[in-house]
């Protein structure tokens, strides 16, 4: 009876033995069939194939680059459209890995079960030159559009609408850092494709065009505020824009305040308002674009009350006037 036991242990140690010998060499090293340098791969580990495959697929598309986002729970999935695969990805961590593109050419290349585990491992693989040329041609379309949009603002007359073609090719120029990170990551010699149209020409463009446009100030409303006339002044020289005196800007920026005491509540003295601009082209008197903002302050009196909601109009025209405008260029 003893040595019946003793030949059970030692076939039990031989079958383990054969069974983790038998396991493919992509579990614990480079595969041999998908050499680094021409393969990107990527491993996952889970109580099923199609769990296992997942998690793979989230592995490689990892390399890429990504937004992360914070989630909650842990799991990976893949979403098919054509060729392409989308996945999104949840940590352990709940941190959510969520990629900005679709990489088409995502294979399962070999699935195996642990037999002591009973754990799915499998193994993605993306050929780098497949994957290098998907890219490379977004990145061709992309510089199509920067082009297009520069030609856009070379030949325009139009001050604004110069400003807005020379936003649209800097929108579209900062889209591209996405592809370009993902193909040096692909690409061994990690150089991936130059822009023809570098962001910082397209950026010091943008900004000499904005300072052409010559725009002055105009208070239609000020709540009873006159602080408001210098408050508009501030924020328009903060934009970048030239500010003029009226008879030789191209545009007037026309603001109104409206402000409301709503009184005392909860011991605090709240002050209300709507803040207001519109930017009118001062020959032909077109409206080229209005904005609206609510504002709202309190203080333990009134006075200071209506000094803050100046402070919050002032601080919001010297932080978004600017963004405002060009979108008004592009619009």
Same mark, same amino acid.
């Given at each position: 009876?003893?040595?019946?036991? #003793? ?11 054969? $069974? ?49 986002? @914070?989630?909650? *729970?842990?799991? &990976?999935? @893949? ?11 949840? !940590? ?6 969520? &990629? ?7 294979? +399962? ?16 693989? #993306? ?10 041609? =977004? ?57 023809? +149209?570098?962001?910082? @020409?397209?950026? !010091?463009?943008?900004?000499? $065009?904005?300072? %052409?446009?010559?725009?002055? !100030? $105009?208070? %239609? ?9 210098? +408050?508009?002044? *501030? ?42 601009? $519109?930017?009118?082209?001062? =020959? !032909?008197?077109? @409206? ?23 402070? %919050?109009? =002032?601080?919001? #025209? ?8 060009? =979108?008004?260029?592009?619009?």
């Amino acid at each position: 009876m003893p040595i019946l036991k #003793l030949l059970m242990v030692v076939f039990a140690l031989v079958a383990n033995t054969l $069974a983790v010998a038998a396991s493919p060499d992509w579990i614990s090293a480079a595969p041999k069939k998908y050499p680094n340098s021409a393969y990107l791969i990527g491993r996952g580990i889970g109580s099923t194939a199609t769990e296992a495959q997942d998690r793979a697929r989230g592995d490689l598309v990892a390399i890429f680059e990504v937004r992360v986002e @914070v989630a909650t *729970g842990s799991n &990976t999935t @893949v979403t098919r459209t054509g060729k392409g695969e989308q996945v999104s990805k949840v !940590s352990t961590q709940t941190v959510s890995t969520k &990629t900005d593109k679709v990489i088409g050419g995502i294979n +399962i290349a070999d699935v195996w079960r642990d037999p002591e585990t009973s754990d799915f491992h499998a193994l993605a693989v #993306l050929s780098r030159a497949q994957a290098a040329a998907s890219l490379k041609e =977004e990145i061709g379309k992309i510089d199509t559009a920067v082009q297009l949009e520069m030609d856009k603002a070379k030949t325009a007359t139009d001050p604004l609408l110069k400003i807005g073609a020379l936003a649209r090719a800097m929108e579209t120029a900062t889209k591209r850092d996405g592809f370009q990170a993902s193909l040096k990551a692909i690409d061994p010699s990690g150089r991936g494709v130059e822009a023809a +149209i570098p962001q910082t @020409v397209i950026r !010091s463009q943008l900004d000499d $065009a904005i300072k %052409e446009v010559k725009v002055s !100030s $105009a208070v %239609e409303e000020d709540g009873g505020v006159a602080e408001f006339a210098s +408050i508009l002044k *501030g924020g328009l020289a903060a934009s970048g824009f030239l500010a003029q005196g009226a008879a030789k800007a191209d545009f007037v920026l026309v603001g109104k305040l409206n402000l409301d005491d709503l009184g005392r509540r909860d011991n605090w003295n709240w002050m209300r308002g709507t803040l207001e601009i $519109a930017l009118i082209e001062k =020959e !032909s008197g077109r @409206v080229r674009g209005s904005k609206t903002w609510p504002i709202k302050a309190a203080a333990q009196n009134a006075t200071t009350a209506r000094k803050r909601v100046l402070i %919050e109009a =002032e601080k919001l #025209l010297k932080r978004e006037l600017k963004t405002i405008i060009i =979108e008004f260029a592009t619009s």
